[in-house]
């Protein structure tokens, strides 16, 4: 805890978010439990959180009227100082104090950030409905005492008796310029007392309300600062940097509802876990209801970040009642279709941003194209890929950039999957293309392969990969002199691609004369309708079971090897350069050999056949 406290020297104010953050949590809570039993607002259902600073008792008090603790409640939540969560935030930890301090809510630890301004903290509590008050107090050393007091009010009251050198956090002014910061989003107003001797008179107001108490997303957005969306963002997201950009609605007529939705600036940690947080705060009528509601938005938008405020739910709403209501499936068309002209909106105006955006959710984004069919173009062409013509590393190619540049004569849009950039730029299967100056589209994110077979076709031309079926490259430029040497060549090989089809039976379904290489002595290709290599691979590596479909070996009329092949009488020597010729076309497309030891063997025997005999 001292490690912690101690990081988060720098930005103690934070305490205040933390505390202030409960208590709204606080009045969330008690305000969607009396939906069920009214009695819980002991004819008080008048939220608020107020703060009292008292000068000679060197305390800072923050008081809620909410929910309340009992007492193996308080003992349950804050009791166990070292919780995990105080690990796992220390593991998180950046050493960016300004970071660190705006993650610690992620953490469930966020209370514990009192003691970076005190050196004992008492808790009280009543849990609404119950008539047992409970004492908690601690010098966060570990050790904490509970005991059993009287306590009228209900709700928590949380007092720090600040260190010596925190006497800045006793002063109004300060207070109250902190506590706005925080609070002006909030829906719970806050109440800042006021000491005896600032009023004038005593019929003055005890306290100020700081904020306006009214949720950030029912004020009109004119009325709005970027500071103020961001810090709201910061409380939703736990992100310590701003959002990249956000769209705030208010929608009336036959369905009236508020929606407020951000995306981030980068991924959070858990963005490719199954059981990540996603979806959005969901209100009804201003009554919180629930945390990530996922049926709110598609899984391929799990990103964003938000609030939405419904007047027309059920306050009794479910998350099961959410996966089919016609209000909800309403909100969530709207919303895809804001969060995706938010989206196009940066591509269009703001590169620089878009290109942020891509790096860290291009990848998510492209599952809308198998999981939201109805918004399929509007995605496709939010698509940004590699290309044998794009320079550096990031994807800067659109699909309208390709058809841009591509010659009248090609039907079909190229591309080719890999495991990496680097393979996939690498590959034997663009050789020709790259000769003839044919773009093709580069794919090697994981869901690349996924993705690309649910796209028949972008604006009327079919999708293509290089690595399947036949390609026709004649169909696209001319090749005066092609057929009469194509015979005379597959008459040359003729003997040489039915002795390979033999010799690999097991491996490849058949040789033949490759259209695709220049350079490369062979690769392996597939038929038109089957699986790819790649995905093969992939589903492989995911454990499934693959009805492995033999691929066809193509092989390269122009390369040395098999000059050396067609002239070879000895078997051995056959076998050796075949199998080495299959091994080859294997690696150049990232896969892994059955058996790597034989193939070093044939190869170091190809290799230095000639060479003298060993000492
Ligand atoms: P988190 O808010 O992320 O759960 P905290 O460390 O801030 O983590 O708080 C721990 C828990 O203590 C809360 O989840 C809540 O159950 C309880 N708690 C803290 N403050 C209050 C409060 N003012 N009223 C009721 N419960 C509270
Ligand atoms: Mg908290």
Redesign the pocket.
């Not at 909410?66 to 603790?69: A, L, P, Q």
């Not at 809510?105 to 950030?113: E, K």
């Given at each position: 805890l001292h490690l912690m406290i101690h990081s988060l020297y720098s930005n103690k104010e934070i305490f205040l978010r933390?505390?202030i953050?409960?208590?709204s949590?606080?009045a969330d809570?008690l305000r969607f439990d009396s939906l069920k039993d009214e009695s819980l607002l002991e004819g008080d259902g008048d939220l608020y959180v107020e703060i009292e600073a008292d000068s000679p008792a060197r305390t800072l008090t923050?008081r809620?009227n909410?929910?309340?603790?009992n007492s193996a409640?308080?003992v349950?939540?804050?009791g166990t100082i070292a919780r995990s969560?105080t690990r796992k935030f220390l593991d998180a930890m950046s050493g960016e104090q300004s970071q660190d301090a705006q993650m610690i809510?992620?953490?469930?630890?966020?209370?514990?950030?009192s003691f970076i301004v005190a050196d004992r903290v008492t808790?009280r509590?009543r849990r609404a409905g119950e008539t047992q008050g409970v004492q908690w107090e601690s010098t966060g050393e570990g050790e904490y005492t509970v005991s059993a007091i009287d306590k009228p009010g209900r709700?928590?009251e949380?007092v720090l008796h600040l260190r010596d050198d925190e006497s800045e956090f006793l002063d109004r002014t300060r207070l109250h310029h902190i506590i706005q910061k925080y609070s002006e989003h909030m829906s719970l107003p806050v109440r800042l007392y006021k000491a005896p001797a600032e009023r004038a008179k005593d019929d003055e107001p005890a306290f100020d309300v700081v904020n306006r108490g009214t949720a950030l997303w029912l004020r009109s957005k004119s009325d709005i600062t970027d500071e103020e969306y961001h810090e709201l963002y910061r409380q939703l997201a736990y992100d310590p940097e701003p959002p990249l950009a956000w769209v705030h609605n208010r929608v009336e007529g036959s369905q009236e509802y508020a929606s407020l939705l951000y995306v981030p600036a980068k991924p959070p940690f858990d963005l490719w876990d199954r059981d990540s947080r996603r979806g959005l705060k969901l209100y009804v009528r201003r009554v919180f209801i629930m945390d990530d509601a996922d049926k709110l938005l598609p899984t391929y938008l799990r990103f964003v970040r938000g609030v939405i405020d419904s007047n027309d739910l059920p306050l009794n709403v479910s998350r099961e009642l959410l996966q089919s209501n016609r209000v909800i499936d309403k909100i969530r068309g709207a919303s895809v279709k804001r969060v995706l002209g938010l989206i196009a909106g940066l591509a269009e105006k703001e590169p620089e941003k878009y290109a942020q955006f891509y790096a860290a959710f291009g990848p998510v984004l492209k599952e809308g194209v198998v999981e939201d069919p109805d918004n399929r173009d509007a995605i496709l062409k939010l698509l940004r890929f590699h290309s044998t013509q794009s320079a550096g590393d990031a994807p800067t190619e659109s699909l309208a950039d390709y058809l841009g540049r591509m010659p009248e004569s090609q039907e079909e849009i190229y591309y080719l999957t890999a495991e990496n950039l680097g393979t996939a730029k690498a590959s034997p299967h663009l050789e020709a293309f790259r000769g003839r100056g044919i773009e093709v589209l580069l794919l090697a994110d994981r869901v690349d392969e996924w993705m690309i077979n649910a796209i028949p076709e972008f604006e009327g031309k079919p999708l293509k990969s290089v690595a399947r079926g036949d390609v026709e490259l004649k169909d696209v430029i001319e090749d005066p002199q092609a057929e009469g040497e194509k015979a005379r060549v597959a008459a040359l090989y003729q003997d040489v691609i039915e002795r390979l089809g033999e010799l690999l039976k097991t491996h490849v379904s058949a040789a033949r004369l490759s259209q695709r290489l220049t350079e490369s002595p062979a690769c392996l290709v597939v038929p038109e309708n089957a699986m790819s290599r790649h995905l093969e691979r992939l589903l492989r590596q995911a454990g499934e079971q693959v009805p492995g479909s033999k691929p066809i070996l193509e092989i390269n009329p122009n390369h040395p090897m098999l000059a050396r092949l067609r002239e070879t009488t000895d078997e051995t020597d056959f076998a050796d350069m075949g199998h080495l010729l299959y091994e080859q076309s294997v690696l150049a497309e990232g896969g892994q050999l059955d058996d790597p030891a034989s193939f070093v063997k044939r190869l170091n025997r190809l290799v230095f056949r000639d060479s003298p005999a060993a000492a």
């Open positions: 933390e505390l953050s409960n208590a949590d606080a809570k923050i809620d909410g929910i309340g603790m409640e308080v349950d939540n804050l969560g809510g992620q953490f469930g630890v966020g209370f514990y950030s808790v509590s709700g928590t949380v």
